[in-house]
């Protein structure tokens, strides 16, 4: 009772101020959610960062309200920490690859300029759409959602260029006996 007390006073606070979207208690279950998704505990106040942002770009946009805002906050929360987690198997995934290139023996000057030229010349042949999402993919390092914002296609076109463009690319280096 004491605790209901608190709460819904603390709600009449932040009514009051507008400054807080999330009461205490809303934010203490996001926290929740974020820790049992697996956010570790140090970044467990972005996370409720996060969630109150988006909350308060809904409400800047225009749209309405989420009716059960406590329920909303925590599926915000759940995406958050999925999230986190890709963020981090990619972070991972990045590792190994540039641990494998360090093992790697570095390649002399000539075949690294053979290679950039190979690769260069690949690229002119690629008819322009191709040779557009490969730089952008590649060299520019834009995801696909990305690129297919920027171009106006559908991710799906976006991904069929990137596969026959490096198709072409891995068949050409192999052709000249590059690689």
Known sequence: MLLRGRARRGR???AGTGDDPLDAAQERRVRAVLALGGVPQADLPDGVQQVRLRLLERAAS???APRDISAWAAVVASNLAMDWH???RRQERLGERLAALR???HPSGEDTSVLSVAVAQGLDELPDAQR???VLRFYADLPVRSIAEQLGVPEGTVKSRLHT???ALRARLHEDEVV
């Open 12 to 14: 009449e606070a932040h």
């Open 62 to 64: 225009g749209r309405e």
């Open 86 to 88: 890709r963020a981090k």
């Open 103 to 105: 093992q790697l023996e």
């Open 132 to 134: 557009q999402v490969v």
């Open 165 to 167: 463009a490096v198709r």
